[in-house]
């Protein structure tokens, strides 16, 4: 009898046992009853696996530059920028993106106080800002310039055209530059206005007469005008074309982020999502 006994409780440990339970034997009066007693989860051996923060990066960036960068009506900062750079975080898990917005004359210098580690608003490369800072060796889009006038206006469809007229820009932007470098290999026959404030002064001046024109992205351009219901249009043939990159201070931690970036944007280029993003904001691909 006692041999039959131990059968039945063979089996129920090997029972236990096979479906991977814990159990324990709890002492009672009798020495053949079995009872089984839950093994609480601190109890139990676990295997953890460390989880790994990842690395935070502030980004600088306007946050009204339509469709680049922008507040959303449902209040999130969105645009094509900073798609990319959710683009970049799914690519790459160890870095998540904390955006910080500002005017456009406060994201150099914040860069440089170590306000942000990046900048991003579709800014381009020129001899200065490669020579003070690093930039990313993959761009993510292309930067078109063309001239914007006042709706209607058939006088205009180059910069020749605007000898002796006042054309509008931004203090410190790539336009900016790309206008400056022309007059002044042209002799200087623009009259050239500058502003502090973003394109939407410079657009509602067009269309009050103040200034004839300005140069900037169709793109852009055409989405401010539309969100503040401005009559202007693009004209004339592309002035300028070129890539827009991510802006990084030049030090050692600038390098291993750039480095970083650029893995992240070769694998998004590759598997066809910064296209698809692209096609998704402008309904052409920028990203080439």
Known sequence: MKKLILIPSVLLALIFGLAGCSVAAAKT???????????TASSAETTTV??????????????????????DDAGNLTGYDIEVL???????????F???TGPWDSL????????????????TSNPDRAAKYLLTDNSYALCVSQLIVKTGRTDIQSLNDLKGKKIGTTVGDSFTRVLE???????????????????????QDIVNGRIDATLNDPIMATAKAKAQNLAVEPVGE??????????????????ALKAKLDAALTKIKEDGSLSKLSIDFFGVDYSK
């Open 29 to 39: 009066t009798s020495s053949t009853a079995l009872t089984t007693v839950p093994v």
């Open 50 to 71: 460390p989880s790994i923060e990842p690395q935070v990066i502030k980004v600088g960036t306007m946050g009204t530059y339509e469709p680049f960068t922008y507040v």
């Open 181 to 203: 470098d022309w007059n002044a290999a042209n002799g200087n026959i623009l009259e050239i206005v500058y502003y502090e404030e973003d394109i939407t002064t410079i657009l």
């Open 238 to 255: 592309r002035v300028n074309a070129e890539p827009t990159y991510f802006i990084l201070k030049k030090d050692d931690a600038g390098e």
């Open 98 to 100: 904390d955006f910080v």
């Open 86 to 96: 959710r683009l970049i975080e799914k690519a790459d898990p160890s870095i998540k």
């Open 108 to 123: 150099f210098p914040g860069l440089d106080a170590d306000k942000f580690q990046v900048l991003a608003n579709q800014i």
